[in-house]
């Protein structure tokens, strides 16, 4: 019986999204500039330390998310190339898929123009591939491939369809992949599947009913 009730609470905890994840639901600028403050003096203190660094550029990952769903792309820029330092950082000292994948999806939210582009861009890429080569069955790295694929134009290898695809196996590995569901939503009303758009946002809200982004897009899409 207590084993039960230890295996039970475990996996609670597992699933329990992090302050960090809680703030970056909520929206809540203020929190996550406190914690990249935080994180990013610890990671400075352990140079040496990737999770250090790691949570570090997490921090800041989340904080550019947030600023590009509240349309400030340029602010969100500064806030990704700080998180970059310190996510190379922790690829150079565990090259590690998931620390791959962050950096790329942090490398994916330095571009906001022409030459940014040229910048990141080869950068997200190759980070984002580098993850898939080492954890070709994780859902989250599939999300960030098909991010990655959703503002890459068609004419240099991305576009709206393979996003969807990539969606689609995130959601395979893991059913319970709310931002696989998420970014399936925002693909597909791209893509004027508007039906099915509002189904998968549905299912994101339901998966995370704190995410704020969710319920945003889902009003914004047309129920017909």
């Known amino acids: 019986m207590k084993l039960a009730l230890t295996l039970a609470l475990a996996t609670l905890a597992a699933a329990a999204p992090s302050p960090l994840e809680q703030a970056?639901?909520?929206?809540?600028?203020?929190a996550l500039q406190q914690r990249i403050a935080q994180l990013?003096?610890?990671?400075?203190?352990?140079?040496?330390?990737a999770a250090?660094?790691?949570?570090?550029?997490?921090?800041?990952?989340?904080?550019?998310?947030?600023m590009n769903e509240q349309h400030e792309?340029?602010?969100?820029?500064?806030i990704a190339e700080q998180g970059m330092k310190f996510g190379e950082k922790a690829v150079a000292l565990d090259p590690s898929a998931e620390n791959y994948r962050l950096l790329g999806t942090l490398y994916g939210q330095g571009i906001t123009d022409i030459?940014?582009?040229?910048?990141?861009?080869?950068?997200a890429k190759d980070a984002l591939n580098k993850a898939m080569e080492r954890a070709p069955k994780s859902s989250a790295v599939w999300v960030a491939h098909g991010?990655?694929?959703?503002?890459?134009?068609?004419?240099?290898?991305?576009?709206?369809p393979l996003?969807?695809?990539?969606f689609r196996k995130a959601i395979d590995l893991d059913p319970k992949n709310s931002e696989a569901?998420?970014?399936?939503?925002?693909?597909?009303?791209?893509?004027?599947?508007?039906?099915?758009?509002?189904q998968a946002l549905a299912k994101a809200l339901a998966l995370n009913p704190q995410r704020v982004w969710v319920k945003q897009q889902l009003e914004k899409t047309p129920a017909k």
């Open 24 to 30: 970056r639901d909520r929206q809540d600028r203020a």
């Open 40 to 49: 990013s003096a610890a990671a400075e203190k352990a140079p040496k330390d």
């Open 52 to 66: 250090a660094q790691y949570q570090a550029a997490l921090a800041c990952n989340y904080l550019a998310e947030v």
């Open 73 to 78: 792309r340029k602010p969100a820029r500064q």
């Open 115 to 123: 030459m940014s582009g040229l910048s990141y861009g080869p950068k």
């Open 147 to 160: 991010v990655g694929n959703y503002y890459l134009p068609a004419q240099v290898g991305g576009g709206v």
């Open 163 to 166: 996003a969807i695809s990539d």
């Open 181 to 198: 569901y998420l970014w399936l939503g925002v693909a597909l009303r791209k893509d004027n599947k508007d039906a099915e758009a509002r």
